[in-house]
């Protein structure tokens, strides 16, 4: 496998519900017995398989629990998948949260590196970064504040900074550029570009159809954890909107 | 964009997925470092004394066990001070390094859901905290020991030895039991409840040497305890050297390092399998 290249082959991801889900010694000593065949999962994802080339951009699109994000978290390797294979080749710079990680105690400084250690940095490799990653965020001034002071604004700005600075080969969004001002906006979007045209692999979450497509010609549809379709934006839309429309069923939840 | 590939990526690049277990984890060490870092900053902000009250805890300790002790309750011990404290400061580590580092996954789970990284940087970033403070800890006991006229000894070098093979049962314990705690909620509870009697079960407050001999099966019972109990073995490779001011035995100090290094991994395998199911529970 090539470095920025992601290949999901039927996946599959359950969560077990809440009923199964053992928190104490007494249940667990009860469940053994009354638990003991029928276990409730609910596949939050199932039988997806995509192919991403290195290079290539592809925005996920799907309503509210869709299962967009724990595609994007199994990519990401936070989640395992349950069934089915999940490969994954290269560094990924996960903004499924921008700031995921941040001690609010600890000035913007100390967040810096201990953002990079979280990322798998060294303390080096961080501090010549640091500079670049301090100018981006337009927040010198402010570096050596705790960041509970900071804005949300600025939060997200010092989050985007360093997640922009980690030499991905496979950038994954999940609609973090709709906080920032406008213009900061327009400097994410810009950075985002500048990855593309570096043949960095790009996964984006969006509800937005403008900004999807400015960003990625390929979408896949998700809808109630199946891939309804894969293919060009344009099309993606429509697929979208008549999924939308259409009757819902109800959460699939299969008796294992 | 030439400014992109003149960053190449550097060979820490390659995704963490892609090492064996122990691999990924030393690449992380930074972090672990780091996490500690924060954890003292943190711990201490604000504080006027800061990291003193490392050392101030167990002076204040020591005056009031003295007080109680040797004044109070007459122990026959001669510098009893330094005997209770030479027990009391390793079990305190390893006490308060368990309790704190059976709750890091639980504390750090917004983190586990959002980056992918080894999760046992939590618990044993809590070990390193406490191991700075066991360190520190040491210094006014050392102080104590000019004061009161305890000799130094060569011994007192094996410290660093016995602090290591202690430092490595506290962090498999608290490994295994971190991620207990994720599965079943009542194991913190529990631990505290057995911690409590394991102090009293265990050669802190007393001496294998100071127990003597009586013929009655309780007794009998309780000897074959602290016997089987690990921490019997642990305790000495400190209290040997500060109060003795001579080597642990050396069956001690084997006994001590093979189930110091058979828990930690075991624990290391146990925590590397079920790491992967903690986010379902979290």
Redesign the interface.
Known sequence: MRNGEIHIRDAGISYRLYREKVSTLKEAVVNRFRHLRSVEMFWALRHVSLDIQPGEAIALVGHNGSGKSTLLKTIAGVLQPSEGEVLVQGRISPMIELGAGFDAELSGRDNIFLNGALLGFSRKQMEAKFDRIVEFSELADFIDMPIKNYSSGMYARLGFAIAQDVEPDILIVDEVLAVGDERFQEKCKARIRDFRSAGVTFCFVSHHLDAAKELCPRAAVLHHGRLAFDGPIDQSWERYRELERGPVPGPQIEAG | ?TE??E????A??????TRSPIGDLL??R??VA??VV?EL??RY?RSVFGLLWTMLNPLLLMVVYTIVFATIMRSPQKNFAIFLLSGLLPWLFFSTALLQGLTSILTNQ????????PQAVFPLSVVGSNLVNFSLSLLPLLLLMAVLGQPFTPALLFLPVGMLILTVFTSGVTLLFSTFTV????VRHLTEVLLQMLLYLSPVLYDLQMLGDRGEWWFRAFRLFLRLNPISYLLPLIRDPVYYGRLPSLTTVGVASLESVVMAAVAFAVFHRLA?RH???L
């Open positions: 964009m992109l590939a960053r190449a990526a550097p820490a690049a390659l995704p963490p997925g690449r992380y930074q972090l780091m996490l924060r900053k943190v902000k917004e983190l586990i859901r959002k980056v992918r990284l599965f079943f909620r009542d992967p986010i379902h529970y």
